[in-house]
């Protein structure tokens, strides 16, 4: 897929922003984000009839679209329509699934400015409901995924509320979430961790 600029000019990276990240990743997932290893593992729930779980599709209104030829658009001007709510959703086991999924560089900590005010609240009013509602976030620098439950979460956001630590530190994720341990199929198997909490 090429990119081009809004004037039309193709886009060519510069040849040093190409070099290869020292990161340790495995070979099958050098590159990969968080959300690209998560739309892995719900392609294998859905395909192997273990659950049904999407992505969010982000709430956009186009506004301006030029046509530079017949068999193309190009969206110039769009906004968001509406805060989105949570990443991922859909139905595991007759449990209705919810979740945000973030990555960040940061090897201490999970900065809180990453989760919204509107999130919190979606979150919390989909747990009311019975559902199941956590965070995923994967340490980058380290390739480490926590899986942190709804519940956990609220105490770190109202800690932050109330004046104390606007992160979590990753001691903290150690000590409070459930360390996912990538494997072959699916690498992010979260599904697992969901199900050993609602036994």
Request: aromatic share 14%; with cysteine; net charge positive.
């Amino acid at each position: 897929m090429a990119i081009h600029y809004p004037n039309g000019k193709a886009y060519a990276p510069k040849k040093e922003l190409l070099k290869i990240s020292k990161k340790d990743y495995s070979f099958s997932n050098r590159g990969k984000t968080l959300e690209d290893e998560l739309n892995e593992a719900n392609e294998y729930y859905l395909s192997n009839d273990i659950a049904v779980i999407y992505k969010k599709p982000i709430p956009i209104q186009v506004v301006k679209v030029d046509y530079p030829s017949r068999s193309g658009a190009v969206i110039k001007e769009a906004y968001y329509r509406t805060p989105s709510t949570t990443d991922f959703n859909g139905v595991y086991q007759g449990k209705y699934i919810d979740f945000e999924a973030k990555e960040t560089e940061n090897r201490t900590a999970f900065p809180l400015k990453n989760v919204h005010l509107h999130q919190m609240e979606h979150m919390n009013r989909v747990l009311k409901q019975n559902g199941v509602c956590f965070l995923l976030v994967r340490f980058s620098a380290f390739d480490r995924y926590f899986y942190l439950p709804f519940a956990q979460l609220q105490l770190f956001w109202e800690r932050m509320q109330t004046g104390g630590r606007k992160s979590i530190a990753l001691t903290e994720f150690e000590e409070q979430a459930i360390e996912i341990t990538p494997k072959y199929a699916p690498r992010i198997d979260y599904l697992k961790i969901v199900n050993n909490l609602n036994a």
